[in-house]
C-alpha cells in the first residue's frame, strides 16, 4: 500500500513539474518571438537612418517658395539637441 501512495506522490510531483515546464515554454516562445520582433524593427531603424546619412540634397517646395537641405544635417542638428 505505501508503494501506491509514494507513486501517486510521485506521479503527481511530475506532472507538476511537466505544467511548470509547459508554461515556461510558452514564455520563453513568446520571448523569442518578441525579440525576433524587436530585431527587424531595429534593422528597419538603421536602414532608415543609413538612407537619411547617405542621402543627398532634397528640394522642398511649397506655394511660398522652395528649401534645399541635405537629410543628414538635419538628423545631425536634431541629435546635437537631443543632448
Known sequence: MGYKK???????ET????????TERRKLSRLV?????F????Q???KF???IMHSEVRTIS???G??????SSILHTWHQNQQ
Request: glycine share 0%; aromatic share 8%.
Open 44 to 46: 528597419e531603424a538603421a
Open 15 to 22: 506532472l507538476h513539474f511537466n505544467m511548470i515546464a509547459k
Open 6 to 12: 509514494e507513486f501517486t506522490a510521485e506521479l503527481k
Open 49 to 51: 537612418y543609413r538612407e
Open 66 to 71: 522652395s528649401c534645399s537641405i541635405k537629410l
Open 33 to 37: 518571438e518578441e525579440s525576433a520582433n
Open 62 to 64: 511649397n506655394d511660398n
Open 39 to 42: 530585431l527587424a524593427i531595429l
